[in-house]
T-cell receptor
Framework: NAGVTQTPKFQVLKTGQSMTLQCAQDMNHEYMSWYRQDPGMGLRLIHYSVGAGITDQGEVPNGYNVSRSTTEDFPLRLLSAAPSQTSVYFC???????????????FGNGTRLTVT | TQLLEQSPQFLSIQEGENLTVYCNSSSVFSSLQWYRQEPGEGPVLLVTVVTGGEVKKLKRLTFQFGDARKDSSLHITAAQPGDTGLYLCAGAISGTYKYIFGTGTRLKVLA
């Protein structure tokens, strides 16, 4: 009954370092997405994928890369970390397009990233 | 940029009081969802409203979607400490996989 699993839970990086945030889901969902959550700003979409091999940019994509080689996994890469990327990152998955209205997002428990 | 404004941003009330949280936008959404988030966890879906004017009830929580599908409200009757959390609304953009999230309302219910 895992749902969406994110690792690590916490990470501290120095400016300029790179790292990958992992996300895996076991619900066979086609849609996966990455959000960042900052105080007073809600959740902002970074990148999303509608299936293996297909990715697209969201609202705040700069400084992040994604790939989707399998249905289950959707890693988020920080190429050269900056203090502005200090945030809590959430991965989410869903089974259907939003138009149907019955496709809730299933979220992981987040990765808290600090860039010094 | 599409925005979803939530109000109030913070709310601290006594157990047993009623409250309403608002979610407003100038954009039309195909559906709107409400989530609750506990500290250290991801948001969890409470409800989805799809039709303009729709009202849904979940125990003491009542959700309404505006007639024009641009706004929504969440009303909690007789709030309890277990209602404490961050409430987020999210509007679905028709034909895409994108959701626009509101800025959040942090609710604290005091015993």
């Amino acid at each position: 009954n895992a749902g969406v699993t994110q690792t690590p839970k916490f990470q501290v990086l120095k400016t300029g370092q790179s790292m990958t945030l992992q996300c895996a889901q076991d619900m066979n969902h086609e849609y996966m997405s990455w959000y960042r959550q900052d105080p007073g700003m809600g959740l902002r979409l970074i990148h999303y994928s509608v299936g293996a091999g297909i990715t697209d940019q969201g609202e705040v994509p700069n400084g992040y890369n994604v790939s989707r080689s399998t249905t289950e996994d959707f890693p988020l890469r920080l190429l050269s970390a900056a203090p502005s990327q200090t945030s809590v990152y959430f991965c989410a998955s869903s089974s259907e397009p939003t138009g149907g209205g019955n496709s809730p997002l299933h979220f992981g428990n987040g990765t808290r990233l600090t860039v010094t | 940029t599409q925005l979803l404004e939530q109000s109030p941003q913070f709310l601290s009330i006594q157990e047993g009081e009623n409250l309403t949280v608002y979610c407003n936008s100038s954009s039309v959404f195909s559906s709107l969802q409400w989530y609750r988030q506990e500290p250290g966890e991801g948001p969890v879906l409470l409800v989805t409203v799809v039709t303009g004017g729709e009202v849904k009830k979940l125990k003491r929580l009542t959700f309404q979607f505006g007639d024009a599908r641009k706004d929504s409200s969440l009303h909690i009757t007789a709030a309890q400490p277990g209602d404490t959390g961050l409430y987020l609304c999210a509007g679905a953009i028709s034909g895409t996989y994108k959701y626009i999230f509101g800025t959040g309302t942090r609710l604290k219910v005091l015993a």
